[in-house]
């Protein structure tokens, strides 16, 4: 008995897992590292002044005259953006290419006589300016009758899933959205198998609640928020992985699709600042929501906001304040510098390991903290009242092991 339990007990300690020995993929911390996206959301919806359609929308409402992928691009560019996620089917069913598998498409609109298909636009469009390029595919379907027979659903979604993995390139994310799915049953071991086949690249996004199986995790919200505490690595149903979050929240308040007269609820700089600092600055993907308008440009109020969140993320993180002089994860300065924030980065190879953490300046020759904070991970910016100092320092206070700190950069923000 004594020696069936020592057996057992060491068999545990074999498999079991501990969170400071899980690690990121390389494509997980490339992906990490680019840290803003876009998702563009553009359809049938667009020209009916809806956000979830029924599914029965005429094709015929699909007629963009001044379609630009190129338009979109730049905007996103200009906002930071390192990659694009385009919506290729939203819930009401309709598909942005002329997929093999369905008529309920850009084939039957009046747009390029039917012959025309924005994923490939918008994938080359991505590919000429250097962005990396995504599909989100919703997986509830609010048209196709095949949605009501979940075996006959998965041989549509696994079908359309090879389409789009095998004629637009690499694929740097793939989204599986999880609204209007209550009650249906998917198999999702089926979806991963299909996109690893053809794209074994691509990380898969979806809800922790919605699929086991996946690269990154919902942040949870679409006010663009992660929390002050953030881990990448997450317990996924009894198994621990490495699966990062990825925060999204449209450009324009509650509207992920363009509607008409909806100026207002763009959202400001000084928001969209926010955002960015619980977003970016507490180690999570921050996605932007943008949508093309019924001409399909982005509006032009939309691609100035963008300029100017770019511009400002660009004015305060671009270039650290020049330390004289380093030793660990001390920052020197010669003479007194103003300064009022500070970027923190671990390098996730070693995993994330920081539980707990102070930062210090030294100010007329004393060192006084100006900051604290649990988790850093790949990303995490500090924001404090000015102080002029000679020195900044950071003191891990708690740690799951040992711990690899990037070089840590110092900045003055204030005008
Ligand atoms: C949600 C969807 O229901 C919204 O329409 C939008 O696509 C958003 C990004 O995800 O779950």
Same mark, same amino acid.
């Given at each position: 008995?004594?020696?069936?339990?020592?057996?057992?007990?060491?068999?545990?300690? @074999?498999?079991?897992?501990?969170?400071?020995?899980?690690?990121?993929?390389?494509?997980?911390?490339?992906?990490?590292?680019?840290?803003?996206?876009?998702?563009?959301?553009?359809?049938?919806?667009?020209?009916?002044?809806?956000?979830?359609?029924?599914?029965?929308?005429?094709?015929?409402?699909? &007629?963009?005259?001044?379609?630009?992928?190129?338009?979109?691009?730049?905007?996103?560019?200009?906002?930071?953006?390192?990659?694009?996620?385009?919506?290729?089917?939203?819930?009401?069913?309709?598909?942005?290419?002329?997929?093999?598998?369905?008529?309920?498409?850009?084939?039957?609109?009046?747009?390029?006589?039917?012959?025309?298909?924005?994923? !490939?636009?918008?994938?080359?469009?991505?590919?000429?300016?250097?962005?990396?390029?995504?599909?989100? @595919?919703?997986?509830?379907?609010?048209?196709?009758?095949?949605?009501?027979?979940?075996?006959?659903?998965? &041989?549509?979604?696994?079908?359309?899933?090879?389409?789009?993995?095998?004629?637009?390139?690499?694929?740097?994310?793939?989204? @599986? &959205?999880?609204?209007?799915?209550?009650?249906?049953?998917?198999?999702?071991?089926?979806?991963?198998?299909?996109?690893?086949?053809?794209?074994?690249?691509?990380?898969?996004?979806?809800?922790?609640?919605?699929?086991?199986?996946?690269?990154?995790?919902?942040?949870?919200?679409?006010?663009?928020?992660?929390?002050?505490?953030?881990?990448?690595?997450?317990?996924?149903? !009894?198994?621990?992985?490495?699966?990062?979050?990825?925060?999204?929240?449209?450009?324009?308040?509650?509207?992920?699709?363009?509607?008409?007269?909806?100026? #207002?609820?763009?959202?400001?700089?000084?928001? @969209?600042?926010?955002?960015?600092?619980?977003?970016?600055?507490?180690?999570?993907?921050?996605?932007?929501?943008?949508?093309?308008?019924?001409?399909?440009?982005?509006?032009?109020?939309?691609?100035?906001?963008?300029?100017?969140?770019?511009?400002?993320?660009?004015?305060?993180?671009?270039?650290?304040?020049?330390?004289?002089?380093?030793?660990?994860?001390?920052?020197?300065?010669?003479?007194?510098?103003?300064?009022?924030?500070?970027?923190?980065?671990?390098?996730?190879?070693?995993?994330?390991?920081?539980?707990?953490?102070?930062?210090?300046?030294?100010?007329?020759?004393?060192?006084?903290?100006?900051?604290?904070?649990?988790?850093?991970?790949? #990303?995490?910016?500090?924001?404090?009242?000015?102080?002029?100092?000679?020195?900044?320092?950071?003191?891990?206070?708690?740690?799951?092991?040992?711990?690899?700190? #990037?070089?840590?950069?110092?900045?003055?923000?204030?005008?």
């Amino acid at each position: 008995m004594r020696t069936a339990i020592v057996f057992l007990a060491a068999l545990a300690a @074999l498999f079991a897992q501990n969170f400071a020995d899980i690690r990121p993929s390389p494509q997980q911390i490339g992906w990490q590292e680019l840290e803003i996206g876009v998702l563009v959301h553009f359809g049938p919806n667009t020209f009916m002044d809806r956000e979830w359609g029924d599914g029965t929308a005429d094709p015929a409402v699909f &007629d963009p005259n001044q379609l630009d992928a190129e338009q979109w691009v730049r905007a996103a560019k200009a906002a930071g953006a390192r990659y694009l996620i385009l919506v290729a089917k939203h819930h009401d069913g309709f598909c942005l290419w002329p997929s093999r598998h369905t008529d309920y498409s850009v084939k039957r609109s009046p747009w390029k006589q039917g012959k025309g298909d924005v994923v !490939g636009e918008v994938e080359q469009a991505c590919r000429r300016h250097g962005l990396a390029f995504g599909i989100y @595919l919703s997986p509830w379907d609010r048209h196709d009758p095949r949605y009501a027979d979940n075996r006959k659903y998965d &041989d549509y979604y696994a079908a359309q899933m090879t389409e789009l993995a095998t004629r637009y390139g690499p694929l740097v994310e793939f989204w @599986l &959205d999880g609204a209007g799915s209550e009650g249906h049953v998917y198999d999702f071991v089926r979806y991963v198998r299909t996109m690893r086949t053809y794209q074994p690249n691509a990380l898969l996004f979806a809800s922790l609640d919605f699929m086991p199986y996946g690269d990154i995790r919902w942040v949870g919200n679409e006010s663009g928020s992660a929390p002050e505490e953030n881990w990448n690595v997450v317990d996924n149903y !009894g198994i621990l992985r490495w699966r990062p979050a990825e925060a999204d929240t449209p450009l324009r308040r509650g509207h992920w699709f363009w509607h008409p007269n909806s100026e #207002k609820r763009l959202k400001s700089l000084e928001e @969209l600042m926010e955002i960015y600092h619980k977003t970016v600055g507490r180690g999570a993907q921050l996605v932007l929501g943008i949508a093309p308008d019924n001409r399909g440009l982005l509006p032009e109020a939309d691609v100035k906001r963008l300029e100017e969140f770019g511009a400002e993320v660009r004015r305060l993180y671009g270039t650290p304040l020049p330390p004289s002089g380093r030793s660990g994860d001390v920052v020197h300065f010669s003479t007194p510098r103003r300064l009022d924030r500070v970027v923190l980065q671990e390098d996730l190879a070693h995993g994330q390991m920081v539980r707990r953490f102070r930062v210090e300046a030294r100010v007329a020759d004393q060192w006084v903290e100006v900051s604290r904070g649990t988790t850093i991970g790949h #990303k995490r910016i500090l924001v404090f009242e000015p102080v002029t100092a000679t020195g900044v320092r950071v003191a891990v206070e708690a740690a799951m092991g040992a711990v690899h700190l #990037k070089p840590l950069a110092v900045y003055h923000g204030g005008r």
